[in-house]
């Protein structure tokens, strides 16, 4: 399957590599670790780098590219199969198709190669799994965006997901002279103003009888601190995790572009997706989420939680 993702790529001039919107560290680490590796390999060749940016990147400018050159180029998608995930632009107008994920679902997107593999812990695992395979050379920038990627979603290794390979591949990424130091500054260096938001978030969580933690971040809070949802939905969720008396824990926050509630829900061990899906959401087992309409949706969600302990506790 690798030779063929080789071929393909030996056989464009034009080469875009994209991944889903509003990026996390493993669409950008898989993104930029790949473009820096194909770089280096194929001097004489076109490679693109595109897609949305957040505060997330801590990698580098993404490219605009014309219709022109999409229609004659190799695009791989990485870290999504699903159109929703993507901008339009960046799955329409192509002239061969890679997708490579992690992720279970099946593609929406049409396609000449699909590399999947649930396994790994990463997207950036598997296109490092790709590059050592294939023997294109890893560089120094290619090695940190990949080890971004795998840190950012084994959760510092810290998740299931984390097996041997990824230990492996980390290892071989780390003789090419990462900084680790260098990258989690990078990385995890929060500022003053920060640490007060969240402390201000923190202060004003509660709990349900059967100790759901949740917060509500209305439209006022969002105003307030002069934040973006989506920071606050899933940037802040973790502040109410690893905390034992917690087992379960929720974020609502206000959508300001869909005029909607995103509700974000984790679990330590119980498998809450069913409840996220009851809503018409989705996600892992353990770490899921589903947009509401009103408030008052928000307490249905923390009830069918409450039952769920109490289900399973009884
Ligand atoms: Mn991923």
């Given at each position: 399957?690798?030779?063929?993702?080789?071929?393909?790529?030996?056989?464009?001039?034009?080469?875009?590599?994209?991944r889903h919107k509003n990026p996390d560290l493993d669409a950008?680490?898989?993104?930029?670790?790949?473009?820096?590796?194909?770089?280096?390999?194929?001097?004489?060749?076109?490679?693109?780098?595109?897609?949305d940016t957040n505060r997330l990147n801590f990698f580098g400018d993404l490219d605009e590219i014309d219709i022109e050159t999409r229609k004659k180029s190799l695009v791989i998608i990485l870290d999504t199969v699903a159109k929703q995930m993507l901008r339009q632009i960046d799955y329409m107008h192509y002239h061969r198709m890679i997708l490579i994920d992690h992720h279970r679902n099946d593609p929406d997107i049409n396609h000449d190669i699909y590399i999947k593999d649930i396994h790994a812990s990463s997207t950036a695992e598997m296109v490092s799994e790709m590059l050592f395979s294939l023997g294109i050379d890893i560089n120094l920038e290619s090695a940190k965006a990949l080890y971004m990627g795998i840190v950012g979603d084994t959760g510092r290794f810290m998740f299931d997901s984390t097996t041997s390979k990824?230990?492996?591949?980390?290892?071989k990424l780390l003789e090419k002279g990462i900084h680790l130091n260098e990258l989690y500054k990078l990385m995890?260096?929060?500022?003053?103003?920060?640490?007060?938001?969240?402390?201000?978030?923190?202060?004003?969580?509660?709990m349900t009888k059967y100790n759901v933690a949740y917060r509500k971040n209305t439209k006022a809070f969002l105003d307030a601190y002069g934040l973006e949802s989506n920071y606050v939905s899933r940037g802040l969720i973790g502040q109410m995790?690893?905390?034992?008396?917690?087992?379960?824990?929720?974020?609502?926050?206000?959508?300001r572009k869909e005029d909607n509630i995103k509700c974000e829900i984790r679990s330590r061990d119980y498998p809450v997706l069913d409840i996220a899906k009851k809503y018409g959401g989705g996600g892992h087992?353990?770490?899921?989420?589903?947009s509401l309409n009103t408030w008052e949706e928000t307490d249905k969600v923390l009830e069918d939680l409450d039952h769920l302990i109490k289900e399973a506790t009884q």
């Open positions: 399957m690798y030779k063929k993702v080789q071929t393909l790529i030996e056989d464009y001039d034009s080469i875009i590599i994209a950008y680490g898989s993104q930029f670790g790949l473009f820096h590796a194909l770089k280096g390999a194929y001097r004489q060749k076109d490679i693109y780098i595109t897609g990824t230990f492996q591949i980390v290892s995890y260096l929060d500022t003053f103003e920060n640490k007060k938001i969240k402390s201000e978030f923190f202060r004003s969580v509660k995790a690893g905390i034992k008396e917690i087992p379960i824990w929720v974020n609502f926050t206000y959508d087992l353990t770490a899921c989420g589903c």
